[in-house]
């Protein structure tokens, strides 16, 4: 039992990270450099296959900015939990490879035809590709539960989104309705 909720544990914290790193990914500063590798991932056409590139074999996504990406937000936290905790890491690390390498590109997470009850828990299909429409939400991996515990899924973002149109629109009719009738405004 005790194993489980250890790597369990570990899932959740990397998750977590994996979680804050692409919303640091989608923060705009001037040097966040998460955000350089980040935007390839982006502007990458998967194409229809769902067979993985070779490259994708050895961890290689094309090119640089992708791999540092998929580096910086999964990979190098996992082989520092392998080196002070090699069974729980080399699990993890395990998955990890599996799940990027043969699970994230149109089978799972840019999958459109994935849709229903299941992504409100896992974020693959729907969920994800509501992310690369509107950056703003959805930017969890492997569960949803960082979307929904820090209200960035896409069904609160667009709830606050129309609740300020809403209030901006509001807000000019009472200020078009407040400006007195002159020969000018007529």
């Not at 570990?10 to 692409?22: A, G, I, Q, R």
């Not at 002070?84 to 998955?95: K, M, S």
């Not at 979307?147 to 809403?166: G, H, I, M, P, S």
Request: charged content about 15%; aromatic content about 20%.
């Amino acid at each position: 039992m005790i194993f489980v909720l250890k790597l369990v544990g570990y899932f959740l914290l990397w998750t977590l990270w994996s979680y804050t790193m692409h919303v640091i990914a989608h923060t705009n500063f001037k040097y966040n450099f998460i955000r350089y590798f980040h935007l390839k991932h982006h502007a990458y056409n998967y194409g229809d296959s769902n067979l993985p590139p070779w490259h994708d074999y050895f961890f290689w996504f094309g090119e640089w900015r992708s791999s540092m990406d998929v580096y910086i937000t999964f990979t190098i936290p996992l082989i520092i939990l392998t080196i002070f905790d090699p069974v729980y890491g080399g699990i993890l690390l395990a998955f990890h490879y599996v799940y990027e390498v043969f699970l994230s590109r149109n089978v799972l997470d840019h999958n459109p035809n994935i849709t229903g009850n299941i992504t409100r828990f896992i974020p693959i299909g729907k969920f994800h590709l509501c992310h690369h429409r509107n950056v703003k939400c959805n930017f969890s991996f492997y569960i949803t539960l960082w979307d929904y515990l820090f209200r960035t899924n896409d069904a609160r973002v667009l709830k606050k989104r129309y609740e300020r149109q809403q209030q901006r629109q509001k807000a000019l009719a009472t200020s078009v309705s407040d400006t007195p009738l002159t020969d000018e405004n007529a």
